[in-house]
Antibody, heavy 117, light 110 residues
Framework: EVQLVESGGGLVQPGGSLRVSCAASGFSFNSYWMSWVRQAPGEGLEWVANIKPDGSDTYYVDSVKGRFTISRDNAENSLYLQMNSLRADDTAVYYC??????????WGQGTLVTVSS | QSALTQPPSASASPGQSVTISCTGTSSDIGSYNTVSWYQQHPGKAPKLMIYEVTKRPSGVPDRFSGSKSGNMASLTVSGLQAEDEADYYCSSYAASVTYVFGTGTKVTVL
């Protein structure tokens, strides 16, 4: 059974940093593109970032470029999102998801990141 | 990277059909057959319902179908059931390995 479990969310001040993690199991993690997708409270979904199976290439939505870094550890079956220079509009539930055929088949339960003073 | 446009709400009675539109541009929906649709119940993670415009993942009922014409895609739910009441989001590839979601549609079963 595919499982994706996010962790590391919490309250952070504007301008601060936070790293969220996603532990994967039940599938060949090192064969899949992985993504982070976020959802602000009461709002819609927003794609944030993608990473290739071997971690060699990464892609971001314009609003997080230069501030967020997606990475992975295939030995640990883990995905990460390092978030720096956080702003209030980064407040959201952050989901990790498997990416294939330009869609997201499996999703974690999400971790809430709140940026507030 | 502007969001795809969906109607805020749609509704129908049990057993009837509801169709949700998703309007993009020639840079996203119009250029790629990569539209996908997601169902999200309150407090839950999204669930993939349709990918590559018309394909259904294993386990998704055939009451759910997708289509595309030009810059617009559609999701039709036939034989509407109470458990279909949820938010629905479309998504499309938008070039250079970026993606865009729709604004979301709340489907109500009357």
């Amino acid at each position: 059974e595919v499982q994706l479990v996010e962790s590391g969310g919490g309250l952070v001040q504007p301008g601060g940093s936070l790293r969220v993690s996603c532990a994967a199991s039940g599938f060949s993690f090192n064969s899949y593109w992985m993504s982070w997708v976020r959802q602000a409270p009461g709002e819609g979904l927003e794609w944030v970032a993608n990473i290739k199976p071997d971690g060699s290439d990464t892609y971001y939505v314009d609003s997080v470029k230069g501030r967020f870094t997606i990475s992975r550890d295939n030995a640990e079956n883990s995905l990460y999102l390092q978030m720096n220079s956080l702003r209030a509009d980064d407040t959201a539930v952050y989901y990790c998801a498997t990416s294939a055929s330009h869609s997201w088949s499996y999703w974690g339960q999400g971790t809430l990141v709140t940026v507030s003073s | 990277q502007s969001a795809l446009t969906q109607p805020p709400s749609a509704s129908a009675s049990p057993g009837q059909s509801v169709t949700i539109s998703c309007t993009g541009t020639s840079s996203d929906i119009g250029s790629y057959n990569t539209v996908s649709w997601y169902q999200q119940h309150p407090g839950k993670a999204p669930k993939l319902m349709i990918y590559e415009v018309t394909k259904r993942p294993s386990g998704v009922p055939d009451r759910f179908s997708g289509s595309k014409s030009g810059n617009m895609a559609s999701l039709t739910v036939s034989g509407l059931q109470a458990e279909d009441e949820a938010d629905y989001y479309c998504s499309s590839y938008a070039a250079s390995v970026t993606y865009v979601f729709g604004t979301g549609t709340k489907v109500t079963v009357l």
